[in-house]
């Protein structure tokens, strides 16, 4: 029983060919008397490749229903990152490929959301806001006024980003960890 092309949305974990993987973007379209088709972007959730497939009617694909659970991430070692079940407390190792770059935001502590299918875990998901100090940065130069200037700050994750003149060694800023930006001072 596949998946209609009309029931597709983005954000949507499908399994497709024996894989699964996540439909990034959709765009769906109907011509004429022909069938519905959709051009989707997909991601592999295993690798992080992404692919574009045009899909028409219902072809080898199905909804793949995937189970959250919170994860808490407790440090590094030599070649992974050591997280414990919140709800379980059993304690496993991720590699840096589940991870990807995503890791330079975690510190000690950070939930973050582990994805199952069928029992096993797929993926994760850190979230789209955190809140790290910042432990390196130059300071800022004082009468420079002009707007939109920006200077390296390190965090104290290992992350470096680009801050505000204004930002100095110690502030807590607030990161979108989606695409690295600095959000606001807290």
Known sequence: MGLAVSEMRRGMTILYDGELYQIVEYEHSKRGRGGAMARTRLRHLKTGRVTTT????????????????????????????????????????????????????????????????????????????????????????????????????TLESGAIISVPLFVKRGDVLKVDTRDGSYVERI
């Open 54 to 153: 045009t899909f028409k009617g219902s072809e080898n694909t199905e909804a793949a229903f995937l189970e959250s659970r919170a994860l808490q991430y407790l440090y590094k070692d030599d070649v992974s990152y050591v997280v414990m079940d919140v709800e379980r407390y059993d304690q496993f190792p991720l590699g840096q490929e589940m991870l990807g770059d995503d890791a330079q935001y975690l510190v000690e502590g950070t939930v973050i959301t582990g994805r199952y299918h069928e029992g096993k875990l797929v993926g994760v998901e850190i979230p789209s806001f955190v809140e790290l100090r910042v432990v390196e940065t130059e300071p800022g130069v004082r009468g420079d006024t002009v707007s939109n200037v920006e200077k390296p700050a």
